[in-house]
């Protein structure tokens, strides 16, 4: 049942897109996403798609891991599909009651849909192959600059990758709970909505409990190993650039330039 | 009355990139009355196993018949099912919520529907069957020390009155003596109550000297399952798998070993010093 939950749903292979450097992958999804809104052709769009088909086969994460994601926007898609849809003025196609859909509003329903399922396919293609420790190691080292004006980019770090680690485990820690619970009885899914919450307090009171004991615990340990904030400190892994990180970042900015050749004088054209 | 497992398997997150294979082919009959202790290590499928018994998992494939009735199929009454077998996880912390003691271990048979009296006296009856002092029925569970919060968890599962009480590492966290406290208690409450107990550990040790069956669980299959005293003669097996016989096997091993006419299959301190007097009186 929880375990079916996938936050940070790192999906372990060896390929060369897991062994990249967090911060191209970073870059490269924000590129992806630019490149998304920012060009808005057919043409464009195919090329999108190749880019993206070609991201996913080197991933060797298996599709279906990938479309796992777009379960949780279908409501949020279709709702601006349908808004698109019916609230969009221009050439009238057909009429439903004082509602019209017109030609344009097909056309940007279809371009608002593909994006959103690109959006949400692009970042998961960098949550499936980076582990939650890399993506914040990333973010922090390329947050970096902000520390200069006073934003405390390791503490937020620390935070983020704390708070990441103790997801599984306090699911873990629900699902145990519950189970605790049911053998004496208690039923978790059954009644209105406020017996079902009432029905929550045997569940909540132990995670809350456990919660703060775990995190005074860590406190603890962090402070028993000579943890005082980021000042000084040093990595046992440092992110180091290597080569297929260059041939990475030289490779986003040709996708870059090849999009906006592409959207501005069409398919064939951008390619020549 | 008695649950029997038929060529249960269980397979943990199928379909995903972390499947599991927990339990393979398990075939058991647990009959009313036994003292059963299953021993395993980390990893085993015994806990996993012992979450069938009350249907909160469900096999993946095979079946579970309780009083010969298969849990599995269309309108089993579950909730009853759950009130029949109570299952103690290793952490009271897991189940403790209530403002004190009592009330918490009235939420089990509060559950089942029963009266405020019926509740009351089953919570009184069960917390006198654990042994705890009456000073801390009114005390929060989250003042107690381990061993006491441990009782009162196993109060908890009591108050429903089950036939089969199972116990997850009752003992991990203890010390020796919290340990046999519990151990004895647990060993008075079968006496007393006449009901199945399932005793789950990965000490021999512990259960050695309770227990009428072992049930020996490795990579989720059952290894051995007899008499305590037939399970330790394949001490070197259970060694392999990272187990290990009581300390006296090995000591009335090396005896034999060393022309000492007594038997191997001793299974407590008492009975193996019983034995080597009996030897020495006679030489």
């Known amino acids: 049942m929880l375990r079916d939950i996938t936050l940070g749903q790192y999906y372990p292979a060896n390929s060369v897109l897991h062994k990249l450097d967090p911060r191209v992958k970073l870059a490269g999804t924000m590129v992806f996403i630019v490149s998304l809104f920012a060009f808005r052709s057919a043409e464009a769009y195919i090329g999108a798609t190749l880019f993206l088909a070609a991201v996913i086969r080197i991933s060797k994460v298996p599709l279906k891991f990938m479309l796992k994601g777009l379960k949780s926007i279908i409501f949020l898609m279709m709702l601006t ?14 009429r439903l009651g004082f509602l019209a859909v017109t030609e344009e509003g097909i056309e940007t329903a279809v371009f608002m849909a593909i994006r959103l399922v690109y959006l949400i396919i692009g970042s998961s293609v960098m949550t499936l192959t980076t582990t939650p420790n890399d993506l914040t190691d990333g973010l922090e080292k390329a947050m970096r600059p902000l520390g200069k004006v006073r934003v405390p980019v390791h503490e937020i770090a620390m935070m ?10 306090l699911l873990e820690e629900t699902d145990k709970i519950m189970k605790a619970q049911m053998a004496r009885g208690a039923d978790f899914e059954s009644g209105g909505l406020i017996q079902k919450a009432k029905n929550m307090i045997p569940l909540l009171v132990p995670l809350f409990i456990s919660a703060f004991r775990r995190a005074n615990d860590l406190a603890m340990a962090m402070e028993a190993r000579g943890y005082h904030g980021g000042e000084g400190r040093t990595k046992m892994k440092p992110l180091v650039y290597r080569g297929r990180d260059k041939i990475a970042y030289l490779l986003l900015l040709l996708y870059l330039v090849l999009m906006f050749l592409v959207n501005r004088i069409g398919f064939f054209a951008g390619l020549i | 009355m008695a649950i029997r497992i038929e060529h249960l398997n269980y397979i943990y997150g199928a379909g995903t990139a972390f499947e599991k294979h927990a339990l393979r082919d398990i075939n058991l009959d647990l009959p009313d009355g036994q003292f059963i202790g299953m021993i395993g290590h980390t990893g085993s499928g015994k806990s996993t196993l012992i979450q069938h018994l009350n249907g909160l998992l469900k096999g993946t494939s095979g079946a579970v018949y309780y009083n010969d ?22 952490y009271p912390e897991h189940q403790l919520f209530e403002a004190d003691v009592f009330t918490d271990v009235c939420f089990g048979p509060k559950n089942l529907g029963l009266s405020k009296e019926e509740t009351e006296s089953r919570a009184y009856e069960a917390l006198r069957l654990v042994g705890l002092k009456e000073k801390y029925y009114k005390v929060s569970p989250f003042e107690l020390s381990g061993g006491q919060k441990r009782r009162v968890a196993i109060a908890g599962i009591l108050a429903m009155n089950p036939e089969v009480l199972v116990l997850d590492e009752p003992t991990a966290g203890l010390d020796p003596k919290g340990r046999d406290d519990i151990l004895d208690q647990v060993a008075k409450l079968h006496e007393e109550k006449k009901i199945t107990v399932i005793l789950v550990s990965h000490s021999m040790e ?31 097996e259970l060694e392999a798998i990272g187990l290990a016989a009581p300390q ?24 193996a010093a019983g034995a080597i007097i009996e030897y020495l009186q006679k030489s």
């Open chain 1, 81 to 94: 599909v349908v808004f698109n849809l019916f609230l969009t003025r221009g050439t009238v196609v057909f």
């Open chain 1, 160 to 169: 983020m990758s704390i708070a990441l680690r103790f997801i599984p485990i």
């Open chain 2, 69 to 90: 009735k298969n849990i599995y199929e269309e309108g089993f009454e579950m909730k009853r099912l759950r009130s029949r077998v109570g299952l103690v996880f290793q």
């Open chain 2, 206 to 236: 512990d259960v050695a000297r309770y227990v009428e069956r072992i049930i020996v669980m490795n990579k989720g299959q059952v290894m051995f399952d007899d008499a305590p005293r037939k399970v330790f003669q394949h001490y070197k």
């Open chain 2, 248 to 271: 006296v096997t090995y000591l009335m091993h090396g005896l034999q070993e060393r022309g000492w006419k007594v038997p191997a299959d001793a299974t407590t301190v008492e009975e």
